[in-house]
């Protein structure tokens, strides 16, 4: 046997040590490699050498090579870490936890096993444990900030923000030019609700580490929360300088720079970004492709491997959580769930609030799960009295998840989806024993959790069923509900609205995003052919209605004709309709809340079909209304009808004197017969989950 302590081994040992330091594995492995035929039973060269194969990615020959360095020197503790880490870097975290607590009966308190141990405890998602250990790890090496701010990543998985704020604090007294610190009260302060803060931290962050792609991307999410688009679009394209490939990034940049109307190289943009999902399986949002040209294979492609990466991430905790759910009595009622974020004056609380109050019956239990605080309007307090609300705003996943298992939810509706305050994480827990997708994200999840796609057979005819992960619901009836108690205030004069006396008013009240080069195009197109009209359209963010009208000027069009309207509260939204003539929807994404809103005010809504969910809602409105001629096949047909209609008055009124009386007649607005559906659908899903059989396609 080699003398472990000989000048040659640890010559050999400094020199592999200081190419490790450097960053340069391979040359570390190569040497380590070679140092081993000389020194076989040289634990520590073994160890080094693992150590780099770990760095190089090829974790199963580190783990090998560690397995040996244990067999020299079994007693040896860092070697015994390191396996733990190629273990946990191999996914099998319990192993590793094991591993390392037989570590901290050889060597008790040792703060280096108590970190790993936490480190795998916190991968195992045991975050009172991780907590416990890295606290306890604190006593032996007080002055080690990564372990004091591992301590605070505990206490945030745990939803106590102030200690782990506090723990942060602790470790830049020990380095107060830490990155990581800085990036995780980041984190912390995004999920308190105080997005510029947040940023503040990123950026501080980036600034520290200028070389880390995650700073400036998390920057970027908190900079849009907190409506700063033009700075965040400038954090994501110095994400994509340091990853041109972050799929993440690519969608973010899109999506802001269309909420912007900044259509400066964004065909381009969105080329990249199509060619990363396709090509790459790149984690990308599937509501940002929403409003790109694509087809639904696409789509689903898109939220199928969104899906996968959630699931991966969520295992542990949905393990740790192990939902179990007891089989009702046949006599039980219904327990039933809504989340959502917008269950205040919300486009969300809007839709839903009408036939949440008509849903009446001893066999359903209505609950809703509020991801946002109380707003104290009119909307919260109607939801309030017709369901059990439950606040859990200030709650992490887990605890949500926790309080809906503790409700008995039996069927549970994720009202975002992708969309908002995005609840994949939640979902993916498994709190309840049926999840259905509905309503604010029109599209397939692509997640192993949903169960259903509660929908209609105009957004979702036979022909695109392939491209839907869920098992299809699909109501008699469009399967957006409305309130058909909305109040239109009385309306403003012309000029107090910014419109000409005369001339036919043109609206599209649609998100800024939606409006892309090519719907814009036709609207110039329109007002070209129609003299004396004018676009209204929705103020839109940060100089967006200055770009707009620099491109109407391009297109031919005086800039005067485009007027926009701020945004305001909703009967007095709802009040401008009386002044608009048609609303001219937009592709591949719809007017969605935005076409119920016209056609309840009394504006007519004419649109396009498309080729997926999200540009077909406006059409299914129509064909509940009476008004499927108001939907066309294309964009020419599009076009010519809205250019004879805005030449002819007569026939405008015709058309709103028509919807006014389908108003009345119409499916559309009849939320007791939508409830009567909707109930319908519960009890077809709620039935099968009871008797023990797998969700199945079902047109009621």
């Not at 912390?188 to 501080?204: I, Y």
């Not at 409506?227 to 990034?249: F, I, V």
């Not at 839907?468 to 309130?483: A, F, G, M, T």
């Not at 839109?540 to 209605?545: H, Q, R």
Request: aromatic share 6%; net charge negative; proline share 6%.
């Amino acid at each position: 046997m080699n003398d472990l302590f000989s000048p040659s081994s640890q010559a050999l040992t400094q020199q592999i040590v200081n190419q490790l330091e450097l960053g340069a594995f391979a040359d570390a492995e190569h040497a380590a490699a070679q140092a081993r035929e000389q020194f076989p039973e040289d634990a520590e060269l073994a160890r080094l050498q693992g150590i780099a194969l770990l760095q190089l990615q090829r974790p199963a020959e580190a783990l090998r090579v560690l397995e040996q360095a244990a067999r020299i020197a079994p007693q040896n503790i860092e070697v015994q870490c390191n396996l733990a880490t190629v273990q946990l870097a191999n996914g099998h975290a319990d192993d590793a936890i094991e591993r390392l607590r037989a570590a901290l009966r050889l060597a008790p308190g040792n703060p280096a096993v108590l970190l790993g141990l936490g480190n795998a405890l916190m991968a195992a998602a045991r975050y009172q444990h991780a907590r416990e250990s890295y606290a306890m790890a604190t006593h032996g090496a007080p002055f080690h900030p990564g372990i004091r701010l591992n301590l605070a990543g505990a206490e945030l998985e745990l939803g106590n923000t102030e200690p782990a704020l506090r723990h942060i604090g602790e470790a830049l007294e020990i380095i107060p030019q830490f990155d990581a610190a800085f990036a995780l009260r980041g984190r912390v302060l995004q999920v308190q609700g105080k997005p510029r803060e947040a940023a503040d931290a990123w950026l501080h962050a980036e600034s520290l580490a200028p070389q880390n792609a995650q700073f400036p991307f998390a920057a970027g999410q908190a900079l849009e929360d907190a409506g700063q688009l033009t700075s965040a679009a400038e954090a994501y394209e110095r994400t994509l300088q340091l990853a041109p490939k972050d799929g993440p990034a690519l969608g973010q940049l899109l999506f802001v720079r269309r909420r912007l109307c900044d259509w400066r190289g964004l065909d381009q943009l969105s080329e990249r970004l199509q060619h990363a999902v396709s090509e790459e399986n790149a984690l990308v949002s599937p509501f940002v492709l929403l409003a790109e040209e694509v087809d639904a294979a696409t789509l689903q492609h898109c939220a199928v491997t969104y899906a996968a990466t959630i699931a991966q991430q969520m295992a542990p905790l949905r393990k740790q959580l192990d939902f179990k759910f007891a089989k009702p009595s046949p006599e039980q009622p219904i327990r039933v769930g809504f989340v959502a974020d917008g269950f205040n004056e919300h486009a969300t609380g809007l839709l839903i609030v009408a036939v949440l109050e008509a849903l009446t019956g001893d066999d359903l239990e209505l609950h809703l799960f509020a991801t946002t605080a109380d707003d104290r309007g009119p909307i919260r307090r109607r939801l309030a009295t017709a369901t059990t609300l439950h606040d859990v705003s200030m709650l992490n996943h887990a605890q949500v998840a926790q309080r809906i298992h503790d409700a008995g939810i039996e069927i549970l509706f994720d009202l975002n989806g992708y969309a908002g305050k995005n609840n994949a994480e939640l979902f993916a827990l498994r709190s309840a024993p049926v999840q259905v997708n509905w309503l604010a994200f029109p599209g397939t999840s692509g997640a192993p959790w949903m169960d259903y796609l509660l929908a209609d057979a105009a957004v979702l005819p036979n022909e695109s069923r392939s491209f839907i992960s869920e098992k299809l619901v699909r109501l008699p009836r469009c399967y957006q509900p409305n309130d058909n108690t909305r109040v239109v205030a009385a309306p403003p004069s012309r000029a107090d609205c910014g419109l000409p006396e005369h001339g036919t008013v043109f609206a599209c009240f649609n998100n800024s995003y939606k409006l892309n080069q090519a719907a814009f195009a036709r609207l110039m197109v329109i007002l070209q052919q129609v003299p004396a009209s004018v676009l209204w359209l929705l103020s839109g963010p940060e100089g967006a209605d200055d770009r707009l009208r620099s491109a109407a000027v391009a297109a031919g069009i005086a800039p005067e004709r485009l007027v926009f309207l701020s945004r305001l509260p909703h009967a007095d939204y709802l009040a401008r309709y009386v002044h608009a003539d048609l609303f001219l929807d937009t592709l591949p994404y719809n007017a969605h809340t935005t076409a119920s809103d016209a056609l309840w005010a009394g504006c007519p809504v004419l649109t396009c079909t498309g080729r997926t969910f999200a540009g077909r809602v406006a059409t299914s409105l129509l064909q509940d209304l009476g008004l499927p001629e108001l939907a066309c096949e294309d964009e020419e047909s599009f076009i010519a009808m809205a250019t004879q209609l805005g030449n002819d008055r007569e026939a405008l009124g015709t058309l709103r004197h028509h919807l006014a009386q389908q108003r009345t007649q119409s499916p559309l607005f009849d939320m007791q017969g939508f409830a009567s559906d909707f109930h319908r659908a519960l009890q077809a899903m709620s039935a099968r989950y009871r008797i023990g059989r797998p969700p199945v396609d079902q047109d009621l």
